[in-house]
């Protein structure tokens, strides 16, 4: 444990700040186009428009971390499910994969706050009610079905785009585009998370607890269902990371096409 901490840390504070910086601009968008005395809002009266500009400025800020300097270090998970997932495929030591999950919680957390502290009643508002993700009127099982569905693809995607050579470099833009067709087709069911840190750290400020349980345990079964989907289907996953090839360091476990684990320098 120690040993992880003391070598890694920096990994786990870009972590964090990914997390943290995903959030703000969650927040940020949410209260510019949702709060009712928002110029923005009062601008765009659509709500489609606005709920298309939503996810596509979703998905932008990841694709913006996910192949910025720390989520190329990192390898931009953002989410305990996509750790825990690679984790579970024996990509990450546990110990990395803890810190990891513990930064996303205290990033996620972190940004929600920052944004409440200098937004004030826009995050407050009932129309963004700090961007908290719950069921909607079709009720849990549906948003845990939904939850599971798009987790699942997510997962499914960013591991045979990242592990095809040819595609590797692509594997941030469709991660960013899958995010931003979610929440356009998906958020009437559950929000669109797919990721318990997020869910939690929106709850924490806004005292919403409503399907808590199901913002755990939907995305992370959806993406581990997908890990051994794609574990059967093509049998190797070369590193943990969603952008492989740059000067950054790698603290993950590497494979060939044969499962011999090959040095952290290993490149597409």
């Excluded at 845990?144 to 798009?150: H, S």
């Excluded at 960013?158 to 931003?180: E, P, Y």
């Excluded at 750290?201 to 005292?207: C, F, I, K």
Aim: positive net charge; charged residues 15%; hydrophobic residues 50%.
């Amino acid at each position: 444990m120690f040993a992880a901490l003391k070598e890694h840390w920096p990994e786990y504070l870009m972590e964090a700040a990914g997390l943290g910086i995903f959030m703000i601009s969650v927040c940020v968008v949410g209260a510019l186009l949702e709060y009712p005395l928002s110029p923005v809002h009062q601008t765009i009266r659509d709500p489609g428009l606005r709920t298309v500009l939503t996810g596509l400025a979703r998905g932008l800020t990841a694709v913006g971390l996910i192949y910025s300097p720390w989520g190329k270090q990192s390898g931009a998970h953002f989410n305990p499910a996509v750790t825990l997932t690679f984790c579970w495929l024996g990509k990450i030591r546990a110990w990395d994969a803890c810190f990891y999950t513990v930064a996303h919680f205290l990033g996620g957390l972190a940004g929600v706050l920052l944004t409440t502290a200098l937004l004030g009643r826009w995050m407050a508002d009932p129309a963004v009610n700090y961007a908290v993700t719950v069921p909607g009127p079709a009720g849990q099982a549906a948003a845990f079905l939904a939850e599971f569905l798009i987790s699942f693809g997510l997962m499914l995607a960013v591991l045979i785009v990242s592990n095809t050579r040819r595609a590797a470099r692509f594997t941030g833009l469709f991660a960013g585009a899958l995010m931003a067709v979610y929440f356009v087709v998906e958020r009437s069911y559950s929000g669109m998370s797919m990721n318990p840190a997020r869910t939690f750290a929106a709850a924490v400020p806004a005292q919403v607890w409503t399907g808590l349980w199901l913002y755990f345990a939907a995305p992370l079964l959806g993406m581990v269902v997908a890990g051994e989907v794609y574990l059967v289907s093509f049998g190797r996953v070369y590193c943990a990371k969603l952008h492989h090839d740059n000067d950054k360091r790698c603290i993950f476990h590497h494979g060939d096409e044969n499962g011999r684990e090959e040095p952290t320098g290993f490149r597409f």
